[in-house]
């Protein structure tokens, strides 16, 4: 099960441009990592003070891949 949906989903809730959000998925073995890209002037929301928001996400994110015995990683890509 892919996990790309809800993770896109969480971010476009916070970002002001959701219309350039993208968000790559890769898979190796039981683990998924989600790389999240979004415009400029939303990294510094995505990523919250202290990294509070997208801790959060890694944290819902993370909690509905134990359901199905995976591991999920989300990164934010900042280039």
């Known amino acids: ?3 790309a949906p809800l993770v896109e989903s969480l971010v476009k809730g916070v970002v002001q ?3 350039q959000v993208q968000i790559e998925e890769e898979m ?4 998924r990592t989600f790389i999240v890209r979004v415009a400029d002037e939303d990294v510094g929301k995505i990523i919250g003070k ?3 928001v ?3 996400i890694r944290c819902v ?4 891949a134990a359901r199905d015995q995976e ?3 989300v990164k ?3 280039d």
């Open 50 to 52: 202290s990294g509070r």
């Open 1 to 3: 099960m892919s996990y």
């Open 28 to 31: 190796s073995g039981h683990t």
């Open 71 to 73: 591991r999920a990683f």
């Open 17 to 19: 441009h959701a219309d």
């Open 54 to 56: 997208v801790s959060a």
């Open 76 to 78: 934010i890509d900042t």
């Open 61 to 64: 994110v993370s909690a509905v």
